[in-house]
């Protein structure tokens, strides 16, 4: 019985073609990459407000940060206010 084809076969052939990925490695990658991109923007919001606290920014600045963050994903959040940010962290 064949294998199963993965659901990305044309990226991943380009990681194993372009990289030294092997191809479960590459599947690792793209598995990662996707849930990554999969957070809602409330999940990525708690994460990285819980990843920069714990740097020891103050919320000033880590709000002002995830407000540009957010501008740079790849799939475009909404714009969010400073207010909606902390709603997103606090309730």
Do not use: C, K
């Not at 030294?20 to 708690?46: D, K, Q």
């Not at 990843?51 to 799939?75: H, K, S």
Request: aromatic share 6%.
């Amino acid at each position: 019985m064949p294998a199963s084809p993965h659901p990305h076969d044309e990226l991943l052939a380009h990681l194993t073609r372009t990289t030294p990925l092997a191809p479960g490695e590459a599947a690792r990658v793209i598995a990662e990459v996707l849930a990554y991109f999969s957070e809602s923007t409330e999940e990525y919001v708690r994460r990285r407000h819980g990843e920069l606290q714990a740097r020891g920014l103050t919320n000033e600045r880590i709000f002002a940060r995830l407000g540009a963050e957010l501008d740079a994903r790849r799939v475009a959040a909404p714009q969010l206010s400073t207010r909606q940010l902390r709603r997103i962290v606090y309730g």
